[in-house]
């Protein structure tokens, strides 16, 4: 079976989004730091309310899917469709845009550590203009099973199988087929996992070091840096000198031409302009 290798890292960067959240970005920083159908992924993380008090008001979305996962704090999403939900520690958010959603999430907190991630997934040309669909995932939703040599893994998308038993999360029927697990290790231990061959791949560090590869040729992806992995049917990631948490996704690649003009994501520069337009004119949902 071929080992994936750590071919790129794409090391994060500091911003801030929305009314002012500090955040680190990864994917996304730049429209060559991309892994296909992946379009971006912030990590936001402060003790200082500062940081993340002013949230992210009302905001247009078109043409590809957001996926909130919260580590700690309280969120709250609300939409033009009405729908309400409550992000909570180890809870998620999974919202496909389609032809417009009109969305905000706001903190539900004064204080204390706001820590978790927002991704961005690509739809087909096909779906770009579906109805937009919202699903709050409580935390007991998403399955969490051991690992064999130490530590947990939680499924958020996909399925995996873990000691010889399948472990699906709440998220299934994907058109990318997309898989979004959380692995947690103590110091020295081991995560394998198999992937689909022709499917992208890449893992997000967000604590501790990691290295990445087969035995014999690892690469060291280090904390709140994104490793886009190479073609191969598994990946074997090690954790170093101490306890690591990590993100790793993977999908099947679409292969669409992107275009992206804020938080619109469409296959041609006309199909923005009309997106800009509908925004304008109250037709975008």
Do not use: C
Request: no cysteine; hydrophobic share 40%.
């Amino acid at each position: 079976m071929t080992i994936r290798h750590l071919q790129q890292i794409i090391r994060s960067v500091a911003t801030s989004d929305g009314a002012g959240v500090s955040l680190r970005r990864s994917l996304g920083q730049s429209q060559t730091a991309r892994v296909d159908p992946f379009l971006m992924l912030d990590e936001f993380s402060s003790d200082d309310p500062d940081d993340y008090i002013a949230g992210f008001p009302p905001h247009p979305h078109r043409g590809f899917e957001t996926v909130t996962y919260m580590l700690d704090g309280h969120m709250l999403h609300e939409d033009h469709l009405g729908n309400r939900g409550d992000l909570l520690p180890g809870g998620a958010q999974w919202m496909t845009a389609g032809r417009g959603i009109i969305h905000s999430e706001m903190p539900q907190q004064e204080s204390g550590r706001m820590r978790g991630f927002q991704l961005w997934i690509n739809l087909p040309a096909a779906e770009k203009m579906k109805p937009a669909h919202y699903r709050d995932i409580r935390p007991e939703e998403i399955p969490q099973a051991a690992l064999p040599g130490g530590g947990e893994v939680r499924v958020i998308a996909g399925r995996i199988v873990v000691d010889g038993r399948e472990v699906a999360g709440p998220v299934q029927g994907l058109s990318t087929e997309a898989l979004y697990i959380d692995v947690r290790l103590p110091a020295g231990a081991n995560f394998a996992q198999v992937l689909p061959a022709g499917h992208s791949a890449f893992v997000y560090a967000y604590e501790g070091n990691l290295s990445i590869g087969p035995a014999g040729d690892p690469r060291r992806l280090s904390a709140q840096d994104a490793g886009v992995l190479s073609a191969g049917e598994m990946v074997e990631i090690h954790a170093e000198e101490g306890p690591a948490g990590f993100l790793l996704l993977a999908a099947r690649p679409l292969g669409d031409a992107v275009v992206q003009y804020g938080p619109f994501v469409m296959n041609t520069r006309e199909e923005i302009e009309q997106a800009i337009a509908d925004y304008r004119d109250n037709r975008l949902v």
